[in-house]
């Protein structure tokens, strides 16, 4: 029997060397949690209350806010108990489905963007029978596809994580739990829960960065056969918050990942640093880009304060 191996909780992790600081380190995290929550539920609010918003892109876009909102509140309340009052003790249960949802959302967030651009792949080639191809049920379809797709993948790596023995120290790295980091504990054989992670990674995420690409290649062609250069620009216009969004994802991913393989020359700090900036990062800007680089929901925004204000 390995020693430690009936623990039933891990511990988690702050920033190491800076615990006096982190009632100061909590202000931008709750800043950020609260804006991400008001961010996204704004747009929720918004896409369910406005009627001209009932279309499959603005669908998309409810889906992809509403899995902003659950990676954040998957994430941030551990973050916060550490960060506030100390309370790095996890139970294993709760570690490993934390983890579970951790990981789904991340796959979903991927599927959901992969949608966006097949949404706007349609509209830019195909205007004409748009709404005969995205019709509300292909698009039900579709998120159940991507929801499905998310969160049965991920199941038998995390499934495993309860029946391995935990011999080490029982710390993990972060402030929450991750599949990566749980596994470096376990005591057994986790060849499969190495190499399982990266097939899913390069069948999901860069399968569909990769397919992001081709359809925006084939849109940039439909674009430029356009003869008016003022409907060029109105149509580019219509894929720049989709393509905004798919910057920020990637772009963090690609990053912390880079950290990753850097470890031995990168500061333990930066590790952590960027693994926040990958969780809260994106949902962050999301509803940003959409609120800045979208017409309909400028709008909207307006209209609910100004009516809000003029109620009050």
Same mark, same amino acid.
């Given at each position: 029997?390995?020693?430690?191996?009936?623990?039933?909780?891990?511990?988690?992790?702050?920033?190491? !060397? /800076?615990?006096? %600081?982190?009632?100061?380190?909590? #202000?931008?995290?709750?800043?950020?949690?609260?804006?991400? /929550?008001? !961010?996204?539920?704004?747009?929720?609010?918004?896409?369910?209350?406005?009627?001209?918003?009932?279309?499959?892109?603005? $669908?998309?876009?409810?889906?992809?806010?509403?899995?902003? =909102?659950?990676?954040?509140?998957?994430?941030?309340?551990? #973050?916060?108990?550490?960060?506030?009052?100390?309370?790095?003790? @996890?139970?294993?249960?709760?570690?490993?489905?934390?983890? $579970?949802?951790?990981?789904?959302?991340?796959?979903?967030?991927? !599927?959901?963007?992969?949608?966006?651009?097949?949404?706007?792949?349609?509209?830019?080639?195909?205007?004409?029978?748009?709404?005969?191809?995205?019709?509300?049920?292909?698009?039900? +379809?579709?998120?159940?596809?991507?929801?499905?797709?998310?969160?049965?993948?991920?199941?038998?790596?995390?499934?495993? =994580?309860?029946?391995?023995?935990?011999?080490?120290?029982?710390?993990?790295?972060?402030?929450?739990?991750?599949?990566?980091?749980?596994?470096?504990?376990?005591?057994?054989?986790?060849?499969?829960?190495?190499?399982?992670?990266?097939?899913?990674? #390069?069948?999901?995420?860069?399968?569909? %960065?990769?397919?992001?690409?081709?359809?925006?290649?084939?849109? =940039? +062609? %439909?674009?430029? %056969?356009?003869?008016?250069?003022?409907?060029?620009?109105?149509?580019?216009?219509?894929?720049?918050?989709?393509?905004?969004? #798919?910057?920020?994802?990637?772009?963090?991913?690609?990053?912390?990942?880079?950290?990753?393989?850097? !470890?031995?020359?990168?500061?333990?700090?930066?590790?952590?640093?960027?693994?926040?900036?990958?969780?809260?990062?994106?949902?962050?800007?999301?509803?940003? @880009?959409?609120?800045?680089?979208?017409?309909?929901?400028?709008?909207?925004?307006?209209?609910?304060?100004?009516?809000?204000?003029?109620?009050?």
């Amino acid at each position: 029997m390995w020693p430690n191996s009936n623990s039933s909780s891990f511990l988690l992790t702050g920033f190491p !060397g /800076l615990e006096t %600081s982190h009632h100061w380190i909590s #202000v931008p995290f709750f800043f950020v949690y609260i804006s991400v /929550l008001f !961010g996204n539920g704004t747009l929720l609010f918004l896409i369910k209350e406005n009627h001209h918003l009932h279309e499959p892109m603005y $669908y998309f876009l409810a889906m992809l806010a509403a899995t902003d =909102l659950g990676v954040t509140l998957t994430t941030m309340p551990t #973050v916060l108990g550490v960060l506030w009052l100390d309370h790095r003790e @996890i139970g294993n249960v709760a570690c490993f489905s934390q983890a $579970y949802f951790i990981h789904s959302l991340s796959f979903v967030e991927s !599927g959901i963007l992969l949608a966006m651009a097949y949404d706007r792949f349609v509209a830019i080639r195909n205007p004409l029978r748009y709404t005969s191809i995205l019709t509300n049920t292909k698009v039900v +379809k579709i998120g159940l596809g991507i929801l499905m797709r998310g969160f049965v993948s991920i199941i038998p790596p995390i499934m495993r =994580l309860y029946f391995f023995p935990y011999c080490h120290s029982h710390i993990l790295s972060h402030a929450f739990c991750l599949h990566q980091d749980v596994i470096k504990l376990a005591c057994a054989d986790i060849t499969f829960n190495l190499l399982y992670p990266v097939v899913l990674v #390069v069948l999901m995420s860069v399968l569909d %960065s990769l397919i992001i690409l081709i359809s925006y290649v084939l849109i =940039l +062609k %439909s674009v430029l %056969s356009i003869a008016s250069q003022e409907e060029r620009t109105k149509t580019l216009n219509t894929c720049v918050s989709h393509i905004s969004c #798919v910057l920020v994802f990637y772009v963090t991913v690609i990053g912390l990942s880079l950290i990753h393989r850097l !470890g031995k020359w990168v500061p333990h700090t930066v590790h952590l640093v960027m693994s926040y900036v990958y969780f809260l990062f994106p949902p962050l800007m999301n509803p940003i @880009i959409y609120s800045i680089k979208t017409k309909p929901i400028q709008s909207g925004i307006l209209r609910l304060f100004t009516t809000d204000r003029v109620g009050a």
